[in-house]
């Protein structure tokens, strides 16, 4: 007898009961006692379904090392995750109403850039856009707060953060009008041009609000940065509905361009008038004749060259006075909008 | 499937007390149990009190949220320790009484009046003559098909040493089988 056989031996004893099979009687009745024992001794627990009771069946459940090896290390690097990531959100959704000046107010910025680097670039013109009226509304929060500290210091810093934004949004414009099909990018731009209509009439209530000589220096930059924005939208309106032969609302453009005219005098009117400014604000009236009985003819392409070149004398003549009014040159070039436009427009 | 079966039994067991869980673990060992308790102390009147003793400790353990891993192994663990307190309460009783105790490798109270089939009678009967820890893997093993990880956990041994102690139990039935077997030739 090998092995084998023997073990075929001992394998059909089991069913005999020779080979100690309980009695039937015994199996019952012992069952009956042990039931009757265990329902007196203890009540039924009703535990409710925590994730440690997940877990405790998961435990229960697997293999002994796939769960120590592979489900409780998962697991706990989920939970770290968790918690990390979720502090993380709860404190970007406290600092969702900060303001500048306040300790949450760059996890918000922080939390905007990684928003739009997350953002395709086909939208980000948009996000661009929403973060102006953010920074603007910033902005007006600050001014509607009477016993807010360091008012004037963080009004400031809030209409610089709003001038930065706008012209980010004027570069995405321009980007988006080199890669995108017109129809989009015309879609963009007249958004653009609706909210710098909107932010400029923010921006002139601001001003009259505004009892600081200097935050009306920041406030002035602003609308000329607001005023580059819409004058930007206007012109990538123009050119791509002429590159794509689309069909545009005359009308409604020809009052938009109209606008802008107007825009461009006014400003040309509040610069202070001295020897070497006199020379170009006569030059920019003549730019602004020539848009004008261009804008007759319903010539827009014409119409927005000139607006553009009377835009950028006077951000020329603006960026001089702000030069010879301020002690370092320097300080004046970083914090003047109309020396980046002038610079943008040059380089074109 | 059958082992997570088990696992699921007990789960329930353990979380929500819940007897009928219990009840069903019950039906699913009890059989295997006695037999391994039948084996050890030979009376049946014995092992089905041990059996009994077995289940209700086995109980008590899960109720106090004790941490159980393996279900085969606990129960033959308790089954096993019940069995070595019942020698030594008999060991104590022999002292002080000085009454004899059945052998536990006699075969005093099996049936006999079952057809049990000649050759199998016989490995019956030489398990029994073997070795108790050898006699205990081999029913483990072949009886149960226990597996041998668990078998080491029961009766504490290394896995390595496990398989040795069932290899050389089988070869000592061998050799108690073969030579009743030559000389009926």
């Known amino acids: ?348 | 499937m059958e082992g997570l079966k088990d696992k699921y039994l007990l789960f329930k067991a353990q979380t929500f007390k819940d007897a009928d869980s219990y009840g069903a673990i019950y039906d699913r060992y009890v059989t295997r149990i006695y037999r391994f308790i039948y084996f050890k102390v030979g009376s049946q009147t014995d092992a089905e009190d041990i059996t009994s003793e077995t289940f209700l400790k086995a109980w008590q353990y899960i109720k106090e949220s004790q941490q159980v891993k393996n279900l085969n192994a606990f129960l033959y663990s308790i089954a096993r320790n019940l069995v070595i307190d019942h020698y030594r309460f008999q060991a104590k009783k022999m002292e002080f009484e000085e009454v004899p105790i059945a052998e536990p490798q006699e075969d005093n109270n099996l049936p006999q009046t079952l057809d049990i089939k000649k050759n199998e009678e016989k490995i019956l009967a030489a398990l029994k003559t073997l070795k108790n820890e050898y006699c205990e893997v081999l029913i483990l093993r072949y009886f149960d098909d226990v597996p041998v990880g668990d078998i080491s956990q029961i009766i504490g041994k290394s896995t390595g040493n496990t398989r040795v102690l069932i290899h050389r139990a089988l070869a000592a039935l061998k050799r108690v089988v073969e030579p009743q077997q030559k000389n009926e030739q």
């Open chain 1, 1 to 348: 007898m090998n092995n084998k056989e023997l073990i075929q031996s001992i394998d059909q004893l089991k069913n005999q009961d020779a080979a100690g099979n309980p009695d039937g009687n015994f199996v019952a009745k012992n069952r009956e006692i042990l039931m009757m024992q265990i329902k007196n001794s203890s009540v039924p627990a009703e535990k409710p379904f925590t994730p440690a009771y997940f877990l405790h069946m998961a435990e229960s459940l697997m293999p002994a090392n796939l769960f120590k090896f592979i489900v409780r290390p998962v697991v706990l690097s989920l939970l770290v995750f968790g918690v990390a990531f979720g502090s993380w959100a709860a404190s970007v959704s406290a600092s969702y109403n900060s303001l500048p000046g306040d300790k949450l107010y760059s996890l918000k910025r922080m939390a905007e850039k990684a928003q739009l680097t997350l953002t395709s670039s086909n939208d980000k013109p948009s996000l661009q856009v929403e973060l102006a009226s953010k920074r603007l509304d910033e902005v007006a929060k600050i001014a509607e707060k009477p016993s807010i500290s360091n008012k004037d210091e963080r009004t400031k810093m809030a209409v610089k953060n709003f001038t930065q934004q706008v012209q980010t949004v004027k570069i995405a414009l321009e980007n988006l009008s080199t890669e995108q099909e017109p129809a989009r990018v015309i879609e963009v731009a007249q958004m653009v041009d609706r909210k710098t209509a909107e932010y400029a009439t923010v921006l002139e209530k601001t001003k009259d609000s505004t009892a600081t000589l200097e935050i009306k220096k920041e406030v002035e930059f602003a609308t000329s940065a607001v005023s580059d924005a819409g004058i930007k939208a206007i012109e990538v309106i123009v050119k791509k509905s002429e590159e794509g032969s689309l069909e545009i609302n005359k009308e409604e453009v020809a009052n938009n361009v109209g606008e802008k005219i107007k825009i461009v005098e006014q400003s040309v009117n509040q610069i202070t008038t001295s020897t070497i400014t006199s020379t170009v604000k006569e030059d920019v009236k003549d730019v602004l004749i020539e848009a004008k009985e261009a804008l007759d003819s319903n010539n827009f392409g014409v119409v927005v060259d000139k607006l553009v070149e009377a835009k950028n004398l006077v951000n020329t003549v603006v960026a001089d006075n702000q030069a010879t009014s301020t002690p370092s040159g320097a300080t004046a070039s970083t914090s003047t909008p109309a020396g980046e436009t002038n610079s943008t427009s040059t380089q074109k």
